[in-house]
């Protein structure tokens, strides 16, 4: 599975981007999606995940309430909607794909597929 992440860009402190992530196979659809994010000097964190059929939904702390992600299987393509960012929002963004359990969905060593970034960067 290829996954190629796009959306990024800089914006100001209060602002929104969308950012999408669009997947090379059909197989994608049984798959988990997640995004990541990592900041200079930074470890790499997670920010959310969606289950194969969209229902279930997971989120950082940090973006609980802020971002939304979603997927669209008849498209291959999964989205992070990223209100209100803040600052400390800046990152290299990355898609991320693979068939995790639930105890292991924010654990970024359990997804086998990842896409090449996008940086997001917010101004105050």
């Known amino acids: 599975v290829q996954l190629q992440a796009c959306g990024g860009g800089l914006v100001q402190a209060g602002g929104s981007l969308r950012l999408s992530c669009a997947a090379s196979?059909?197989?994608?659809?049984?798959?988990?999606m997640a995004w990541f994010r990592q900041a200079p000097g930074k470890e790499r964190e997670f920010v959310a995940a969606?289950?194969?059929?969209?229902?279930?939904?997971y989120y950082a702390d940090s973006v609980k309430g802020r971002f939304t992600i979603s997927r669209d299987n008849a498209k291959n393509t999964v989205y992070l909607q990223m209100n209100r960012l803040k600052p400390e929002d800046t990152a290299v963004y990355y898609c991320?794909?693979?068939?995790?359990?639930?105890?292991?969905?924010?654990?970024?060593?359990?997804?086998?597929?990842w896409g090449q970034g996008t940086q997001v960067t917010v101004s105050s």
């Open positions: 991320a794909a693979g068939r995790v359990i639930h105890s292991s969905i924010r654990r970024g060593e359990q997804y086998n597929y």
């Open positions: 196979e059909r197989t994608f659809s049984s798959y988990t």
């Open positions: 969606v289950r194969w059929s969209g229902g279930s939904t």
